[in-house]
């Protein structure tokens, strides 16, 4: 009876502890996307109000279309100091990139408005100072210089593939800045790939080609920041980047 009774006890303990060990596989088996950088990632003007990273953004959409978890840490206004600081010192951050099996990092766009505004307040109006001092404060800017050590502490804690967004246009066509900013946004891409090229799995979705000259579509009206179909399209490269790149062999 006694040795009934302890089968028993041991088939029970095995019953009830079946479904909740499943249960945790299911959820540990979904591996994670961590989102780290600015608005854009955030989702910025999306909703009624920007509390919260929009379920809209980028991020949640790669996650919805590969099964993903998502952890989106990115935060409206940052520049790339701000996401060093962040990967530096913040333990949130850094447990959340050590369990992270993907990552995103979309940054640097507020880093290169501050160079327009800082550009446009010194030039006195004058198109020729104007762009002259974009190109100085962009060969001055430690902007790639915190993206690479950005990368470079992810690194030291995570092997994760990651995905670096490059900067799109964020400006209507009928913006002078549009122009202003097709002429400088190669150069400041090109530093990003740069960046990219620098450390191992690595890869730069390429925002820039994908938005072209469709800001209308892409860009929400008077503001810098992605529409919907803007995000799905930043979606769309993130998922063929880390595709072509790694997830079929991961």
Not at 184 to 211: K, R, T
Request: glycine share 6%; net charge neutral; no cysteine.
């Amino acid at each position: 009876m006694k040795k009934l009774l302890q089968m028993l006890i041991a088939v029970f303990l095995v019953l009830s502890l079946g479904p909740l060990s499943v249960s945790a596989d299911n959820n540990r088996g979904k591996d994670l996307l961590v989102s780290l950088g600015d608005s854009v990632p955030y989702g910025y003007n999306l909703g009624k109000n920007n509390n919260h990273p929009s379920k809209a953004a980028f991020p949640y959409l790669i996650g919805e279309r590969s099964d993903l978890r998502v952890r989106n840490l990115s935060v409206y206004g940052w520049q790339t100091s701000d996401l060093l600081a962040a990967i530096e010192t913040n333990k949130k951050y850094q447990k959340a990139i050590h369990h992270a099996d993907y990552i995103t990092i979309t940054v640097g766009g507020n880093d290169f408005i501050e160079i327009l505004r800082a550009a446009n307040a010194e030039s006195g109006g004058d198109p020729d100072l104007f762009k002259y001092l974009i190109q100085q404060k962009l060969s001055t800017s430690q902007a790639f210089e915190n993206l690479a050590a950005s990368v470079y502490e992810i690194r030291t804690i995570s092997d994760a593939p990651i995905v670096l967004y490059n900067m799109y246009n964020p400006f209507q066509t009928n913006d002078p800045l549009h122009n202003v900013s097709t002429l400088f946004l190669p150069q400041v891409n090109a530093a990003f790939a740069e960046v990219a090229h620098s450390f191992n799995d690595v890869h730069i979705a390429d925002a820039y080609s994908a938005f072209g000259s469709d800001q209308e579509k892409y860009v929400l009206p008077q503001d810098i920041h992605p529409t919907k179909a803007g995000q799905k399209k930043l979606a769309k490269i993130g998922i063929k980047t880390f595709h072509a790149e790694h997830v079929t062999h991961h």
